[in-house]
C-alpha cells in the first residue's frame, strides 16, 4: 500500500496528460523551450556533480586518511553544508551581493551546499575499505599513487557513484536556488507555468519530462555501478590504516576544506546576521515567527509520522526477505527518491482538485506529500534498523511460544525502535526544509520558515527573511550533524 | 646461503615501542615461522619488513641488497616482498587470474606465468571467477599464487589460514609448504598457532615483548628452550624443582639426565608425553582428567604438592580424581 501511495502521483500525472490529448501534450513537447530547458537542465546537473566529486573525493581522502589537526572535527565541518537549505544559501548569496544571477552563481552554490551528499558516503567507505588490497599493490610494485588508483579507488567507487547520484538528483529537483538566481530549468519552468493559469498542461508536460530525466540518472548509475555485489570478500583485516602525514601540504589542505563551507554556511549566514541587523529598525514579529515555526514543525513532524508508518512494513520486508518482492521494493523507492518536489506538489494539486475537492489545500495533502516525498528515506532507515536486529531473536521468541506477529511486534520492533524514530526524526526535519510542494499544497493562510523565507525574499525584504533563514538553518543543522556522525553512512538503496 | 639478515630492528606506535631489538637470519628456500601469542609485534615485524611501517633504527637486507639503515628505507614497491595477508585481501574488482596477474606488468610470460600459478594452486578452473564466488581456502590458494607470481625474493605470510576452520588449515598449510617449496621460495610466516609453526617450519623464531627470545629447529626450540617462558609457551610443560649435579638433576620425580649442564639452573623442564604411570614409579595424586579421544591429559599433584601433567593414549582406562598411581620419566630433562 505504501508503494502504492508512492506511485500514485506519478501514475495520476501520466493519466492527466493523457486526458489532455495525447497529440496537445506531444506538441507542448516538441518546443523550441523544451530542449533549452533540457539542455540547461542536463548541463546544470552534470556541472555541479562533476564538481561534487572532484571537490568531494578529495575532502573524504583528508578527512580518513591523512594526519590532518583535528581530523574529526573537519569531518563535522565537511557535513555542515547540509543544514543550508539551496534557496537560504542562494539567499545569502544574492543579498551579498544583488546582481547575481543565471549559470554560473547557480553552478556554485549548489555545488558548495550539495558536496558532503560525496563527501559523506565516500568518506565512510573510505573507513570501511580494506587497507591490505593497497598494501599488496605496493607489496607487488605499485607506487602509492598507483595502488590508490588500483586497489582503493574500486573501493570507494560504488560511494562516489551513489553520492553522485543524490547530487544529481539534488540538482534536477532543486527549486529555490535557481528559482532565485533566474536560471530557466524545468523546476523553474514549471512553477511558472504553473503560476499562469493559462499553461498548467504544459506544467504537466514538462514535470513527466523532469522525472524521465531523474529516472534516467536513476538507471545511468546503476548501469555503471554493475556488479557491486562483487564487493565484499571476507571481512579484511580489522586495522586502521596509518595516516599519510601531510607535512608542508598541511596548511593548503586546510584552505581547501574550508572553501566549500565557507561559500555553503559561512557566506550564507554573515549575511544574514548582516541583514538582521538592518532589520532590527522594523521590529521583529516575534508572534509570526511562532506562528510560522509551530506550522512547520506540526506539518513536517505529521508528515513524517505518515512516511514512517507506511514505510514500516516495507522496510520490514526489504530488511528480512530477499527476492523479488523486495527488489520491486527497491525500484519503487528509487522512483520515489526520483520525484521531484514540485512534480508532486503539481500532481497533488490537480489530484485533489478533480478527485477529491474536499481536500484541496488542506493540511492533509501537504501531509501526504511529504510523505510521499520522503518514504525512500523513512524505508531506509527502518531498514537499516531491523537488519541491526539478529533474525535469530526472532527464531527463540517462536519456539518459545511467540506468533510470528507477536514475535516481530515485542522483539524485532522493540528493539528497532529508537532507530526508527531516530529515522522518523531526520525525516520531519528534512520535510521542513522542502520548498516547492509545500508553497503549492499549503493550506490557506498558513505559513511555514520556507514559505515566508521564499515570499520575503520574492518581494526583496531581505531583512524580513532573516531570522526565519537562521531558525531553519538550526533546525536543519541537527541532522547534518548527526549524519557526519555515523560512520555507517548508508545511502538508501 | 643466508637470504634474511635482520639487526637490532626496533619499531614503535607513537611512544609505545614494539619492536626491540629484533635479530633475524634466514637462509634462501626455507620457511620461519615467526611465533608469538597476540600483541608480541609479530605484525609489526612483518609490516617493517614489508616496508609498510617504518622502523625507528636497525637493519635489513636481503640476498646482500640494503632494504633498511640509518640512510636507507626501499618503498614497498621496488623490496620484492609479497605478502598473503589474513583472509588473501583479494581485489574483489579483478578475476582470480587478473589478481594473480597483479604483480607481473606487461611482461611477454604473463599469461604463461599466471596459468602456471594457477596450476600450482589448484585453481586453473577459477580463472575467470571473481573472488566472491570463491570458498576461504580457495581465496588463500590464490592469495598465495598471487605473492608467488612476480618471483619475490621472499614471501610474507600473515596468520593466513587463521580463518578457516580447523579441519581445512591443517590441509592447506601442508600444501601451502608445498607450493612455497615448489617455487623455491624464502618465507616468512607469522602466527600465534604453535601446531602450524612446529609443523610446516624449517626454523621458529619465538618473538616475546618484542625481541627474539630463540630461533632453532621446530625440535630444537621444542625439546631445548631458551627459557621457561618459552618452553611453556610452545608447549604443554611440566617443570619441576631440581638440584644439578654431575650432569644430573636431582627432582622429586627422581634422578633425570640433562640436554645440557647449566649448573645455576633450579628447575627443569619435562613435556606431558616423557611422562607415563607405572606401577613402580613416583606415588602421585590424580586431581583431573581431561579426554580429548586420540590421548588425554591427566594432571595430578607430586607429595611436595607440585602439579604435574601426564599425556596418555586415550584407549587405556581413565584414571579418576582422588587416585594413586605411580609416575614414570623417558628421556632427557631441559634445565630452565
Known amino acids: ?493 | 646461503m643466508i637470504a634474511l639478515h635482520v639487526r637490532n630492528l626496533h619499531a614503535s606506535y607513537g611512544t609505545k615501542a614494539v619492536l626491540r631489538g629484533v635479530d633475524l637470519d634466514l637462509s634462501a628456500g626455507q620457511l620461519l615461522a615467526v611465533l608469538g601469542p597476540s600483541g608480541c609485534g609479530k605484525t609489526t615485524l612483518l609490516r617493517v619488513l614489508a616496508g609498510f611501517m617504518a622502523a625507528d633504527s636497525g637493519s635489513i637486507a636481503i640476498n646482500g641488497r640494503t632494504l633498511v639503515d640509518d640512510r636507507t628505507k626501499v618503498p614497498s614497491e621496488r623490496r620484492k616482498v609479497s605478502i598473503v595477508p589474513q583472509e588473501g585481501a583479494l581485489f574483489p574488482h579483478l578475476t582470480v587470474a587478473d589478481n594473480v596477474g597483479f604483480g607481473l606488468g606487461r611482461r611477454g610470460d604473463r599469461q604463461e606465468r599466471i596459468a602456471a600459478m594457477l596450476d600450482l594452486v589448484g585453481m586453473r578452473g577459477e580463472a575467470r571467477s571473481h573472488p566472491n564466488e570463491l570458498s576461504g581456502g580457495q581465496q588463500q590458494r590464490v592469495a598465495v599464487a598471487r605473492a608467488l607470481a612476480p618471483r619475490p625474493e621472499f614471501v610474507l605470510l600473515d596468520e593466513p589460514f587463521s580463518s578457516l576452520d580447523a579441519h581445512l588449515r591443517e590441509h592447506l598449510r601442508t600444501e601451502v609448504k608445498g607450493m612455497l617449496r615448489a617455487e623455491g621460495a624464502t618465507a616468512i610466516l607469522v602466527t600465534h598457532d604453535q601446531q602450524e609453526a612446529l609443523s610446516i617450519a624449517d626454523e621458529i623464531a619465538v618473538l616475546l615483548d618484542g625481541v627474539i627470545c630463540q630461533q632453532g629447529t621446530p625440535r630444537d626450540v621444542y625439546e631445548r628452550p631458551a627459557s621457561r617462558r618459552v618452553g611453556e609457551f610452545i608447549g604443554d610443560s611440566v617443570v619441576v624443582g631440581a638440584t644439578i649435579t654431575d650432569k644430573v638433576a636431582h627432582t622429586a620425580l627422581g634422578d633425570l639426565p640433562l640436554t645440557n649442564t647449566a649448573d645455576d639452573s633450579t628447575e627443569v623442564l619435562l613435556r606431558p608425553e616423557q611422562l607415563q604411570f607405572a606401577a613402580n614409579g613416583v606415588p602421585v595424586t590424580v586431581v583431573r582428567c581431561n579426554y580429548f579421544g586420540h590421548d588425554a591429559i591427566i594432571t595430578a599433584v607430586l607429595s611436595d604438592g607440585t602439579s604435574i601433567t601426564v599425556r596418555t593414549h586415550g584407549d587405556g582406562t581413565m584414571p579418576s580424581a582422588g587416585d594413586i598411581l605411580g609416575v614414570r620419566v623417558d628421556g632427557v630433562a631441559h634445565p630452565v
Open chain 1, 1 to 493: 500500500m505504501g508503494a502504492a501511495a508512492a506511485a500514485l502521483p506519478l501514475l495520476y500525472l501520466v493519466v492527466h496528460a493523457g486526458e489532455a490529448g495525447w497529440t496537445q501534450s506531444w506538441e507542448a513537447l516538441w518546443r523550441e523551450r523544451t530542449l533549452r530547458l533540457l539542455i540547461n537542465s542536463i548541463g546544470l546537473t552534470a556541472a555541479v556533480t562533476a564538481s561534487c566529486l572532484a571537490i568531494g573525493v578529495p575532502t573524504a581522502w583528508l578527512v580518513t586518511r591523512t594526519d590532518l589537526p583535528a581530523r574529526r572535527v573537519w569531518m563535522v565541518i565537511a557535513a555542515l553544508p547540509l543544514a543550508v537549505p539551496s534557496y537560504v544559501a542562494a539567499y545569502g548569496w544574492i543579498a551579498t551581493s544583488p546582481g547575481l544571477h543565471g549559470f554560473l552563481p547557480a553552478w556554485l552554490i549548489l555545488t558548495a551546499v550539495s558536496t558532503p551528499y560525496v563527501t559523506l558516503p565516500v568518506a565512510a567507505a573510505m573507513r570501511r575499505a580494506d587497507p591490505a588490497l593497497e598494501e599488496v599493490a605496493r607489496s607487488l610494485g605499485r607506487s602509492p599513487a598507483a595502488a590508490m588508483r588500483e586497489a582503493l579507488w574500486p573501493q570507494i567507487a560504488p560511494a562516489a557513484g551513489a553520492g553522485a547520484l543524490l547530487v544529481a538528483l539534488y540538482v534536477l529537483s532543486d527549486f529555490g536556488a535557481v528559482s532565485m538566481l533566474r536560471f530557466e530549468v524545468f523546476t523553474f519552468a514549471i512553477s511558472r507555468q504553473y503560476g499562469s493559469y493559462l499553461g498548467r498542461e504544459d506544467a504537466i508536460v514538462m514535470a513527466l519530462v523532469l522525472v524521465v530525466l531523474a529516472l534516467a540518472v536513476v538507471w545511468t548509475e546503476r548501469r555503471l555501478r554493475g556488479h557491486s555485489q562483487r564487493w565484499r570478500v571476507g571481512q579484511g583485516s580489522a586495522r586502521s590504516t596509518p595516516a599519510v602525514p601531510l607535512g608542508r601540504s598541511t596548511m593548503p589542505a586546510l584552505l581547501f576544506l574550508l572553501a566549500i563551507p565557507c561559500a555553503a554556511v559561512l557566506v550564507p549566514t554573515l549575511a544574514l546576521f548582516q541583514r538582521l541587523a538592518e532589520g532590527t529598525r522594523r521590529t521583529l514579529d516575534f508572534s509570526e515567527l511562532g506562528t510560522a515555526l509551530i506550522a512547520t514543525c506540526a506539518l513536517a513532524g505529521a508528515g513524517a509520522l505518515l512516511a514512517t508508518t507506511l514505510a514500516l512494513p516495507l522496510g520490514m520486508l526489504a530488511a528480512r526477505f530477499r527476492g523479488r518482492a523486495a527488489s520491486v521494493l527497491e525500484i519503487a523507492g528509487f522512483t520515489g527518491h526520483a520525484l521531484p518536489g514540485i512534480v508532486v506538489g503539481l500532481s497533488l494539486v490537480f489530484f485533489s482538485l478533480q478527485v477529491v475537492p474536499g481536500l484541496y489545500q488542506s493540511a492533509f495533502m501537504l501531509i501526504f506529500a511529504y510523505a510521499v516525498l520522503f518514504l525512500p528515506k523513512a524505508i531506509g532507515s527502518v531498514r537499516a534498523s531491523i537488519a541491526q536486529v539478529p533474525p535469530v531473536l526472532d527464531d527463540v521468541a517462536r519456539s518459545l511460544g511467540h506468533s510470528p506477529v507477536r514475535a516481530s511486534a515485542t522483539i524485532t520492533m522493540r528493539l528497532a525502535s529508537p532507530g526508527i524514530a531516530a529515522g522518523a526524526l531526520l525525516v520531519a526535519l528534512t520535510a521542513m526544509k522542502e520548498l516547492p510542494a509545500t508553497l503549492m499544497l499549503r493550506p490557506t493562510g498558513v505559513d511555514t520558515l520556507s514559505t515566508e523565507i521564499w515570499s520575503r525574499t520574492a518581494s526583496a525584504a531581505y531583512g524580513a527573511a532573516a531570522p526565519y533563514a537562521l531558525a531553519l538553518m538550526l533546525v536543519a543543522s541537527i541532522p547534518a550533524f548527526l549524519l557526519s556522525r555515523s560512520t555507517s553512512w548508508e545511502v538508501d538503496k
